[in-house]
Structure formats: C-alpha cells, structure tokens
C-alpha cells in the first residue's frame, strides 16, 4: 500500500504565501502523475495542479500565474507553492498520487489539509 503524509496547512492573509508538501511512502514500484485537488465548502472537489512523471504540469485557470506545482522523485514528494492567496482559494487541500505497487496501478489521496485565507 502507499501512504501520503501532507504538510499543514494554516491561516494566510490575502496576498502572502504558503507551501503545502505531500510525500508518499510505502511499497512503491513506480509513482506517476501527482497533484493536488481542493474542495471549498459546499462545492464540489476541483483541480488545482498536475504534474506527471515526464512533461510539463497543467494548473486551473484560477491559480495560473499564482501557484507552483513541483516534484522530487528521490524524495517521492509533491510539493505546492501558493502565492498571492486570495480568500477565494480558502480549502481543504489534498494531493492525490497515481502509483504502482507490484501490477496494480492506483491513485491514492492525502488526508486533506486546510488552507484558510482571511484578514
């Protein structure tokens, strides 16, 4: 099985920065793509960013220019840069993993952690 521990979120105020971290451990054969995934109260789960194993990430137009998505393969790790937070990207955050034990090919979801953006 693969487990994913994520970095805890917080309380930002609009305009700062965080970075969100999420390493996947376990009997991994092969990771592929990562990403991450937020769900706002009472909407639906949306897609914030994705980068796969060989080739550029894809981002949601609302964090364009705003959010970084990045990858360390030693590490089996995603990591999240979010600057100039706007109170609109107020969450739960959760980074999901696509990943191979063995032959089975999965995706796998972290815990969630919450982002809150406020004055």
């Known amino acids: 099985q693969v487990q994913l521990v994520e970095s805890e979120g917080g309380l930002v105020q609009p305009g700062g920065s965080l970075r969100l971290s999420c390493a996947a451990s376990?009997?991994?054969?092969?990771?592929?793509?990562m990403g991450w995934y937020r769900q706002a109260p009472g909407k639906q789960r949306e897609l914030v960013a994705v980068?796969?194993?060989?080739?550029?990430?894809n981002y949601a137009d609302s964090v364009k220019g705003r959010f970084t998505i990045s990858r360390d393969n030693a590490k089996n790790t995603v990591y999240l840069q979010m600057n100039s937070l706007k109170p609109e990207d107020t969450a739960v955050y959760y980074c999901?993993?696509?990943?191979?034990?063995?032959?089975?090919?999965?995706?796998?979801w972290g815990q969630g952690t919450q982002v809150t953006v406020s004055s």
């Open positions: 999901n993993v696509g990943a191979r034990v063995l032959f089975v090919r999965s995706d796998y």
């Open positions: 980068i796969p194993s060989g080739g550029s990430p």
């Open positions: 376990g009997s991994i054969t092969s990771i592929y793509a």
